[in-house]
């Protein structure tokens, strides 16, 4: 009786063990797999945009950032009335990278 407890026990740990295993191996290949994609994301340009807006609410643009730049500061007059363009917004895009074609070049 003693030994056959001792058997389910020891499947039991063994049953425990090998899911742990399995487990470690899926969470360190998920965890390369969103390493890559975020090394790919970090190696594309950047391109970051300023958004200003009329004091009047009646005229918006956006525009490359530039150093100095940060939310809430006066950036000129507004074309359209005049009244101050204040920076409502900063975002950043990543740009696309164009892909590489391959052309078979025949002789």
């Known amino acids: 009786m003693m030994l056959m407890q001792s058997d ?3 499947v039991l740990l063994i049953a425990i063990v090998i899911g ?3 487990y470690l191996i899926k969470s360190s290949l998920d965890y390369s797999k969103e390493r890559k994609e975020i090394m790919e994301k970090e190696s594309r340009p950047v391109k970051i945009i300023a958004v200003a807006s009329c004091q009047q609410n009646d005229y918006t643009m ?3 950032f530039r150093e100095g730049d ?3 500061k006066i950036d000129g007059a507004c074309p ?3 009244s101050q ?3 409502i917004k ?4 990543y740009m696309e990278t164009p ?3 391959f052309k078979l070049q025949l002789r």
Do not use: D
């Open 80 to 82: 359209k009335c005049g």
């Open 90 to 93: 900063i975002y950043s895009l």
């Open 99 to 101: 892909q590489k074609s």
């Open 70 to 72: 940060f939310i809430g």
């Open 20 to 22: 742990l295993l399995a």
């Open 62 to 64: 956006e525009r490359e």
């Open 85 to 87: 363009m204040i920076i």
């Open 8 to 10: 389910i026990i020891t």
